[in-house]
Nanobody
């Protein structure tokens, strides 16, 4: 059993920044062995891929809509993955979720399991 707890969301004006955190725990879970991802879901929309990071941070990728504005990183000593959100836009408003990847691909929701409860990000214009 893996527990993921996201934090850091909030209300911010357009152009502002936020840093999301996701801490993982579990008696038999080895955080440093897993690719981690961030997704988001806006009201009335499907949950969509935002970013992923490989086990040591050496490989990352982003959705085109956030490339150049968001940065994913991880600290394996703290079992935590981060998402830095810069130059926020109203269309970034969504609940942001972290998840553990259990299959290759890393861009599809079906590649991930063990989701967190999400953290709300609201960007005002």
């Amino acid at each position: 059993q893996v527990q993921l707890v996201e934090s850091g969301g909030g209300l911010v004006q357009a152009g502002g920044s936020l840093r999301l955190s996701c801490e993982a725990s579990g008696r038999t879970f080895t955080f440093s062995s897993h690719v981690m991802g961030w997704f988001r879901q806006a009201p009335g929309k499907e949950r969509e891929f935002v970013a992923y990071i490989n086990w040591n941070g050496g490989r990352t990728d982003y959705a085109d809509s956030v490339k150049g504005r968001f940065t994913i990183s991880r600290d394996n000593a703290k079992n935590t993955v981060y998402l830095q959100l810069n130059s926020l836009k109203p269309e970034d408003t969504a609940v942001y979720y972290c998840a553990v990847a259990y299959s290759g691909g890393y861009y599809s929701r079906s590649d991930y399991g063990d989701w967190g409860q999400g953290t709300q990000v609201t960007v005002s214009s």
